[in-house]
């Protein structure tokens, strides 16, 4: 089951005591966010995002590129932008907490990796 949480703060005790009894009842839990301008756009917000994911047993699963969509635009973060976010978090956090950047695919065509690239 993919939990949706933008932010650390969305893991409240009740939010983390229900995510308890879905785990309790065998479901695996992971988590897909999106990169949001004024959100979560910072490696400090999104490595407590991940942290409180993994306190609360959810693996970060995805980190969607935002839709285009009208009204979305202030939100939006350039994909360059999200990939050197990405670069910088990987020094942060453990690989545990380390999501697959995507977008979606116009039409349905489902999930594309975004990187980032590492070099050797």
Not at 21 to 32: E, I, K, S
Not at 68 to 87: C, I, M, N
Request: aromatic share 6%; with cysteine.
């Amino acid at each position: 089951l993919c939990v949706h949480a933008n932010h650390a703060r969305e893991f409240s005790a009740g939010a983390i005591a229900a995510l308890g009894r879905l785990q309790r009842a065998g479901v695996v839990l992971l988590g897909q966010s999106v990169l949001l301008r004024g959100v979560n756009d910072s490696e400090p917000a999104l490595e407590d995002l991940f942290r409180a994911m993994l306190r609360a047993r959810v693996k970060p699963y995805y980190l969607h590129q935002l839709d285009a969509a009208p009204g979305t635009a202030r939100f939006a973060v350039p994909v360059e932008e999200g990939r050197a976010l990405l670069r910088g978090l990987r020094r942060r956090v453990t690989g545990l907490a380390w999501p697959t950047y995507v977008q979606e695919t116009p039409g349905g065509g489902g999930k594309v990796p975004l990187g980032p690239v590492f070099e050797a």
